[in-house]
């Protein structure tokens, strides 16, 4: 079991330019989420996932775009870099069965820099 | 106002100390409550969770909630360096799967 992975680890990036991170689950998780962590910020959700095909917005979604093809993936998008999107983003996935706790469990995270 | 205060720190404290981290929050239809712990350049694991008020133990930590002063804790007893790390609280209410998370709370065991 791998758990959650993502791709790439690190990126720089010019400012205006895309680039797609890649969040793969392999724990059947229903629910998937895409976070920003910045200092003095804690963790804020960009967007979220319930089910395969299904995206909505969470805290701060300016910016970016997900998409949900398969249930195990989950996609963030950048479409016109910009400096204020310097972050180490996280992708997590969670199971709605799980009586309660709802246990967010979370990938390695990307360090991506805007220039 | 944020939903869920939470003291940045850093905290330093001896090895073998009690240390005590802290969350206020605002929002009174939060139920769940947890606590993640994060190493440095690493995701945030799930280390304890606790439905409503009360108290709950798992070896040297416990976890308390008191609703009434919407105000949750985390306690760690004999304090080891390998639990220095960023500790985060996050709640949630019971209709969305949406956690709200702390800033986190820096801490640093001393050997």
């Known amino acids: 079991n791998a758990g959650v992975t993502q791709t790439p680890k690190f990126r720089v990036l010019k400012t205006g330019q895309s680039m797609t991170l890649l969040c793969a689950q392999d724990m059947n998780h229903e629910y998937m989420y895409w976070y920003r962590q910045d200092p003095g910020m804690g963790l804020r959700l960009i967007h979220y996932s319930v089910g395969e095909g299904t995206t909505a917005k969470g805290e701060v979604p300016d910016g970016y775009n997900v998409s949900r093809l398969k249930k195990q993936n989950f996609l963030l998008g950048l479409e016109s870099a910009a400096p204020s999107q310097t972050s180490v983003y996280f992708c997590?996935?969670?199971?709605?069965?799980?009586?309660?706790?709802?246990?967010?469990?979370f990938g390695p995270g990307t360090r991506l820099t805007v220039l | 106002q944020k939903e869920v205060e939470q003291d940045p720190g850093p905290l330093s404290v001896p090895e073998g100390a009690i240390v005590s981290l802290n969350c206020t929050y605002s929002?009174?239809?939060?139920?769940?409550f947890m606590w993640y712990r994060q190493y440095s350049r690493k995701g945030p694991e799930l280390l304890m969770y606790?439905?409503?008020?009360g108290n709950k133990e798992d070896g040297r930590f416990t976890a308390q909630v008191d609703k009434s002063s919407k105000y949750i804790s985390l306690f760690i007893r004999d304090s080891q360096p390998s639990d220095s790390a960023t500790y985060l609280c996050?709640?949630?209410?019971?209709?969305?799967?949406?956690?709200?998370f702390g800033t986190g709370t820096l801490l640093a065991v001393q050997p």
């Open positions: 606790t439905y409503s008020s």
């Open positions: 996050a709640m949630r209410g019971g209709a969305t799967n949406k956690l709200i």
């Open positions: 929002n009174s239809a939060f139920q769940y």
């Open positions: 997590a996935s969670s199971s709605p069965n799980r009586a309660g706790s709802n246990e967010q469990f």
